[in-house]
């Protein structure tokens, strides 16, 4: 995907932090929550698919870019978008200060699976040229 801040001569700057806040052994599968905070221009995720599970997200504070398959948008503290199951899409932060966001997950990851859904995601970001 051409909209993504990915660039191929530098390294990720500092790690994302992410805190589960509700399981889904809280919600009978129903619902995950995740706080995820990405430091200034954070490459985020790349481009990435949950086959069964949708993906909200609901901006508490900072911008953060999404992109749904070809679409790219823009969401300020709170903006929210929903990304449907199987649809490829991956979350940055484009700007200079800090973007905390909630992700909701439908139905609910395990708390077991949400360090390794947050953080591989993150893990295999690729290469983060800084542009601004």
Known sequence: ???QP?????T???PAAHQLLVAAEATSDGFTI???TLPPHHPGTPPHVHATNAEGCYVLAGT???TQGERTMLLSAGGAAHTPAALTHSIWNPTAA???VLLIYTPGLPASAVDVVVAGALEDAP???DTS
């Open 1 to 3: 995907m051409s909209t």
């Open 6 to 10: 990915y660039g191929s001569s530098e």
């Open 12 to 14: 990720l700057p500092l």
């Open 34 to 36: 995740v706080s995820l």
């Open 64 to 66: 953060l870019a999404l």
């Open 98 to 100: 800090p973007t905390t």
């Open 127 to 129: 290469p983060f040229r």
